[in-house]
T-cell receptor
Framework: AQSVAQPEDQVNVAEGNPLTVKCTYSVSGNPYLFWYVQYPNRGLQFLLKYITGDNLVKGSYGFEAEFNKSQTSFHLKKPSALVSDSALYFCAGPLSSGGYQKVTFGTGTKLQVIP | DAMVIQNPRYQVTQFGKPVTLSCSQTLNHNVMYWYQQKSSQAPKLLFHYYDKDFNNEADTPDNFQSRRPNTSFCFLDIRSPGLGDAAMYLC????????????FGQGTRLTVV
């Protein structure tokens, strides 16, 4: 079965420190992977995606993610956390082998940036 | 310049009283999705449309129905809301293809009293 997993329910980091939000995947074929962020009482916003090519993907708001095939991981990173980065982060991957996209979401990781 | 718009943002309905949530898009995307999200859990896909082709998830209760009269609009109908249907309902759109990201609306928070 195709799935993504987020092993941490919550990550706390001090403002200005680097942050990492973890995601591992189990996807057959080419692993198209995504990160989304959700602020309180809002819909999800797309941050970045991995399709093929460079293992380091750069996205919105200074976020980047590193695709690691040998470790089947796609961790989200940012060099210097801001308080405004505090939100719920979801990793996602394709669910079906159909021509259009259905995604499966990880369980989400709450990021708390402490001033 | 909102691209996926959900109305209303907050909806209160009575137990058992039919309710309709709406979604519109200005992106002209072929695919539209409805998700249910409870208390910061992962969004759960209820169904999606590829153009007019309706695709229901196997575990979506019969109580949930959907209509897509044209490319721009999609509706979620809950025929007889129960207390367990209280949740955030998210509409999303995407182009066709596994490597395309989804664009989400702001969501409608449904309360059942």
């Amino acid at each position: 079965a195709q799935s993504v997993a987020q092993p941490e329910d919550q990550v706390n980091v001090a403002e200005g420190n680097p942050l990492t939000v973890k995601c591992t995947y189990s996807v057959s074929g080419n692993p198209y992977l995504f990160w989304y962020v959700q602020y309180p009482n809002r819909g999800l916003q797309f941050l970045l995606k991995y399709i093929t090519g460079d293992n380091l993907v750069k996205g919105s708001y200074g976020f980047e993610a590193e695709f690691n095939k040998s470790q089947t991981s796609f961790h989200l990173k940012k060099p210097s956390a801001l308080v405004s980065d505090s939100a719920l982060y979801f990793c996602a991957g394709p669910l079906s082998s159909g021509g259009y996209q259905k995604v499966t979401f990880g369980t989400g990781t709450k990021l708390q940036v402490i001033p | 310049d909102a691209m996926v718009i959900q109305n209303p943002r907050y909806q209160v309905t009575q137990f058992g009283k039919p309710v309709t949530l709406s979604c519109s898009q200005t992106l002209n995307h072929n695919v539209m999705y409805w998700y249910q999200q409870k208390s910061s859990q992962a969004p759960k896909l209820l169904f999606h449309y590829y153009d007019k082709d309706f695709n229901n998830e196997a575990d979506t209760p019969d109580n949930f129905q959907s209509r897509r009269p044209n490319t721009s609009f999609c509706f979620l109908d809950i025929r007889s809301p129960g207390l367990g249907d209280a949740a955030m309902y998210l509409c999303a759109t995407s182009r066709v293809g596994k490597n395309t990201e989804a664009f989400f609306g702001q969501g409608t928070r449904l309360t059942v009293v």
